[in-house]
């Protein structure tokens, strides 16, 4: 048998990813971008309940006050993504809440003085308002990082390699959101996993008028299908004498949002009344501002391969983090009970329907800002079960995960000193957040335990995140570490050329403002 040539074995590294039907400045036709659109929607909608679904009954909250809070969180969350869509780093993310805030957040609502209000209704406006003068404080964190381009500075410290783990942690890190959530309904769960992987892989091929209408609309296909046979079993009474916790997983009628939901209602800024401020919630509070900017600097880099865009420019980076400080900045003044950061299920999205288009995201921007003003329609959609969203999340996670892992074909995995870095990086980024949960969990507290509780928040906040912890080990790492002597084994020249904005023609089509404000606000 004849050897294979060296061209047959071995891979060119590739700045873009190949396959993608339409990148960040290319379009669908219109109907085909609003049904993508309403899919980016639907898929926002899995965290924008879940997170108040949790914190809300946690504060004195009903459930009235619940689709309130998912209502005012969709609608920032629609303002977010425009704002960062048009004028922060352009990228086709969706900016939704944050599970980086919870630790803060949980601690605030069992601070002592709020907790010893008795009247409940009272006692969640208090920490609502506490809530909210704590994010409006920590916020100033992302935007003085963001606009003085100080983030961009940082950025000189990561390499290819360094990023390698902390991308693939944003995607890997979520698993305990996964198929543990698939598991509390597995009747559900299972087949919304099994016929969303068969319908975006298997079938993708499948056209209707050329359009691969089944890769392309997996997600909301098989969503549908699972959700109608989820109320299927509802309405057929199978789960009328199952535990309270299975019913709640299960049952399309357990979230009370369709019948608690106003027909109509506009969030608006201080409608929870004027927000507290106390130093030590806001101290807490600015570790999850930190682990958001971490985990979204991350997602940005995912985002730029899945739109088939050149990894964005160090001032480009900086000012996305800042309009992000200032998303969290609304969120404090409109009171949706979490921070922003980056989507990664949306991001995975990206992926799976190999449609990068800014326009989509936007588009789904505008249905979060719409149906959260129509109570009704927009609590119809959030009823979904949650294991649905986790079925879907098991795959789009692993997809960004694996972008991350695709940096490392601009490395030299050869060096033993690159391996020693990824591989600890990885096991660290995993393995000391785990800890800490399965502490939390038993001790109910973090192991860091002492008198001063914003400092215990800081650290139980910062190593809770599995990509903010793989970028601390990495980045030392990577620049402590023979950096002289590695810079190519780091993947520096491949990373070097992209670091400003001029320093690739294509930068120009991918990053510059609309409206032609980069007149005023030129490119470093």
Same mark, same amino acid.
């Given at each position: 048998m004849e050897a294979?040539k060296?061209?047959?074995?071995?891979?060119?590294?590739?700045?873009?990813?190949?396959?993608?039907?339409?990148?960040i400045d290319?379009?669908?036709?219109?109907v085909?971008s609003i049904?993508?659109?309403?899919?980016?929607?639907?898929l926002?909608?899995g965290?924008a309940?879940?997170?108040p679904?949790?914190?809300?009954?946690?504060m004195?909250?009903?459930?009235?006050?619940?689709?309130?809070?998912?209502?005012?969180?969709?609608?920032?969350?629609?303002?977010?993504t425009?704002?960062q869509?048009?004028?922060?780093?352009?990228?086709?993310?969706v900016?939704g809440?944050?599970?980086?805030?919870m630790?803060p957040?949980i601690?605030?609502?069992?601070?002592?003085?709020?907790?010893?209000?008795?009247d409940?209704?009272?006692?969640f406006?208090?920490?609502?308002?506490?809530?909210?003068?704590?994010?409006?404080?920590?916020?100033?964190?992302?935007?003085?990082?963001?606009?003085?381009?100080?983030w961009?500075?940082?950025?000189?410290?990561?390499?290819?390699l360094?990023?390698?783990?902390?991308i693939?942690?944003?995607g890997?890190?979520l698993?305990?959101?996964?198929?543990?959530?698939?598991g509390?309904?597995?009747?559900?769960?299972?087949?919304?996993?099994?016929l969303?992987?068969v319908l975006?892989?298997?079938?993708k091929?499948f056209q209707?008028?050329?359009?691969?209408?089944?890769e392309?609309f997996?997600? $909301?296909v098989?969503? !549908? =299908?699972?959700w109608?046979?989820?109320h299927l *079993?509802?309405?057929s009474?199978?789960?009328k004498h +199952?535990?309270e916790?299975?019913?709640h997983?299960?049952?399309?009628?357990?979230?009370?949002?369709?019948?608690?939901?106003p027909?109509?209602?506009?969030?608006?800024?201080l409608e929870?009344?004027?927000?507290t401020?106390?130093?030590?919630?806001?101290f807490?509070?600015?570790a999850?501002?930190?682990?958001?900017?971490?985990e979204s600097?991350?997602?940005y880099?995912?985002?730029s391969r899945?739109?088939?865009?050149t990894p964005?420019?160090?001032h480009?980076l900086?000012?996305?983090v800042?309009?992000?400080?200032i998303?969290i900045?609304?969120n404090?003044?409109?009171g949706? $009970?979490?921070?922003? !950061? =980056?989507?990664?299920?949306?991001v995975?999205? *990206?992926?799976s329907?190999?449609v990068?288009?800014? +326009?989509?995201?936007?588009i789904s921007a505008?249905f979060?800002i719409?149906?959260s003003m129509?109570?009704?329609?927009?609590a119809l959609?959030a009823?979904?079960?949650?294991?649905?969203f986790?079925a879907?999340?098991?795959?789009?996670f692993?997809?960004v995960?694996?972008?991350?892992?695709?940096?490392?074909?601009?490395?030299n995995?050869?060096?033993m000193?690159n391996?020693?870095?990824?591989?600890?990086a990885?096991f660290?980024?995993?393995s000391?957040?785990e800890?800490f949960?399965?502490?939390t969990?038993k001790?109910?507290?973090?192991p860091?335990?002492?008198?001063?509780?914003?400092?215990n928040?800081?650290l139980?906040?910062?190593?809770?995140?599995?990509?903010?912890?793989a970028?601390?080990?990495?980045v030392?790492l990577?620049?402590?570490?023979?950096y002289?002597?590695?810079a190519k084994?780091?993947?520096?020249?491949w990373?070097?050329?992209f670091?400003?904005f001029k320093?690739?023609s294509?930068n120009?089509?991918?990053?510059?403002?609309?409206?032609?404000?980069?007149?005023?606000?030129?490119?470093?």
């Amino acid at each position: 048998m004849e050897a294979p040539k060296t061209e047959e074995i071995s891979h060119i590294p590739m700045d873009q990813l190949q396959g993608l039907e339409y990148c960040i400045d290319s379009n669908p036709s219109w109907v085909e971008s609003i049904a993508l659109g309403f899919q980016h929607y639907i898929l926002a909608l899995g965290t924008a309940v879940m997170i108040p679904s949790f914190l809300v009954p946690l504060m004195g909250g009903s459930d009235d006050d619940k689709v309130r809070v998912v209502q005012t969180l969709l609608f920032v969350e629609g303002i977010n993504t425009l704002l960062q869509t048009l004028f922060g780093t352009r990228l086709p993310t969706v900016i939704g809440g944050s599970y980086a805030f919870m630790v803060p957040i949980i601690s605030i609502i069992h601070d002592s003085k709020l907790a010893r209000i008795e009247d409940s209704h009272l006692r969640f406006l208090s920490t609502m308002r506490a809530v909210q003068g704590a994010m409006i404080v920590a916020s100033s964190i992302q935007i003085i990082l963001g606009f003085s381009q100080a983030w961009a500075i940082c950025s000189r410290f990561f390499s290819p390699l360094g990023m390698v783990p902390v991308i693939a942690l944003v995607g890997f890190g979520l698993f305990d959101r996964g198929f543990p959530v698939v598991g509390h309904c597995v009747e559900i769960g299972i087949p919304m996993l099994v016929l969303f992987v068969v319908l975006s892989q298997y079938l993708k091929k499948f056209q209707t008028r050329q359009l691969p209408i089944l890769e392309r609309f997996a997600l $909301l296909v098989s969503a !549908t =299908v699972i959700w109608a046979y989820a109320h299927l *079993l509802t309405a057929s009474g199978a789960y009328k004498h +199952r535990p309270e916790l299975t019913q709640h997983n299960c049952r399309t009628d357990k979230a009370n949002l369709i019948s608690s939901a106003p027909w109509i209602k506009i969030p608006y800024p201080l409608e929870w009344g004027a927000p507290t401020f106390d130093a030590g919630h806001a101290f807490g509070m600015m570790a999850a501002v930190l682990v958001s900017l971490i985990e979204s600097t991350g997602a940005y880099k995912a985002a730029s391969r899945l739109a088939s865009a050149t990894p964005p420019p160090a001032h480009v980076l900086s000012r996305g983090v800042g309009w992000q400080g200032i998303g969290i900045l609304l969120n404090g003044l409109f009171g949706t $009970l979490t921070g922003s !950061t =980056v989507s990664v299920e949306n991001v995975g999205l *990206l992926g799976s329907t190999r449609v990068g288009s800014r +326009r989509v995201v936007q588009i789904s921007a505008g249905f979060m800002i719409f149906f959260s003003m129509l109570g009704k329609f927009g609590a119809l959609f959030a009823s979904i079960p949650f294991p649905i969203f986790a079925a879907a999340y098991c795959v789009l996670f692993g997809l960004v995960a694996s972008v991350g892992l695709s940096f490392l074909q601009f490395t030299n995995m050869n060096s033993m000193r690159n391996l020693f870095i990824t591989g600890v990086a990885f096991f660290l980024g995993l393995s000391i957040p785990e800890y800490f949960r399965e502490f939390t969990s038993k001790a109910l507290h973090g192991p860091t335990h002492t008198r001063a509780g914003w400092f215990n928040d800081f650290l139980n906040t910062i190593f809770f995140s599995s990509p903010t912890v793989a970028l601390i080990v990495a980045v030392f790492l990577d620049n402590t570490l023979d950096y002289k002597d590695s810079a190519k084994d780091r993947g520096m020249p491949w990373w070097a050329k992209f670091r400003t904005f001029k320093g690739d023609s294509r930068n120009e089509e991918f990053y510059t403002l609309p409206f032609n404000l980069n007149r005023y606000f030129p490119p470093s």
